[in-house]
């Protein structure tokens, strides 16, 4: 099944943050591209692949308050710093999508916006097992109604998407069906062709004020 190899792929490409903590990659003064580069190679030498289905991103600083779409400028990890993660690799054709944040020191203030954006994803996944069906918009709404109750902004357009077989299915300009979107009205449960979609879930909190943002995602089985 799509679910057991998708699941199969997500625990092979979560061993990279096992290996990135390990390894102590995360020091200041490396830009983000540096760190890019150091995980693409980890991801070679531990998983074989060189393969992306969405471009890797590592951001820091005031980066961090920028959705995927942004492509802003390279910054240096600073000595009191928060930034994150997001990769996509392709595993055996499966594509995996995973998102960490990680804080560099002991800031009260970006420890708690780590932890409350993780807290978030786990309390979403367990909300949709009492409300299955909910829609695209409705998860989305819950999403940012829990942000303002910690104390954040949502941060993203989306708060998730289809993932599968690489390529997954291709999304139309006009279309935000396959998007967990304010403008998605159709239950995720639907199928097609027969078949279950599968969801990432990601969660994208943000304080502008203070330019600081946190990111987790995973696959919401």
Excluded at 188 to 197: A, D, H, K, L, Y
Aim: net charge negative.
């Amino acid at each position: 099944m799509s679910i057991e190899k998708l699941i199969s792929a997500e625990k092979i490409a979560t061993t990279l943050f096992y290996e990135i903590e390990k390894r102590q990659l995360i020091v200041p003064g490396k830009t983000e591209k540096e760190l890019n580069d150091e995980v693409h190679a980890l991801a070679f030498e531990l998983i074989g692949t060189k393969t992306y289905w969405h471009k890797r991103i590592v951001r820091s600083g005031k980066n961090t308050l920028l959705p995927y779409r942004e492509n802003p400028p390279n910054l240096v990890v600073e000595d009191d710093d928060i930034l994150f993660f997001d990769f996509g690799p392709v595993l055996s054709k499966w594509e995996a999508d995973v998102g960490r944040t990680y804080v560099v020191g002991n800031n009260p203030l970006k420890l708690k916006l780590k932890n409350d954006v993780e807290k978030c994803w786990y309390d979403t996944k367990n909300w949709l097992q009492q409300k299955p069906t909910s829609t695209g918009a409705e998860i989305f709404t819950y999403v940012s109604e829990y942000a303002k109750s910690k104390g954040w902004e949502f941060g993203g357009e989306i708060a998730g998407h289809i993932i599968g077989e690489f390529p997954h299915e291709r999304i139309a300009p006009s279309s935000c069906e396959l998007y967990i979107h304010p403008s998605n009205f159709n239950d995720i449960t639907s199928e097609i062709r027969g078949e279950r979609r599968n969801w990432i879930l990601e969660i994208h909190f943000v304080d502008r004020e203070k330019e600081i943002g946190g990111f987790f995602e995973q696959l919401l089985m």
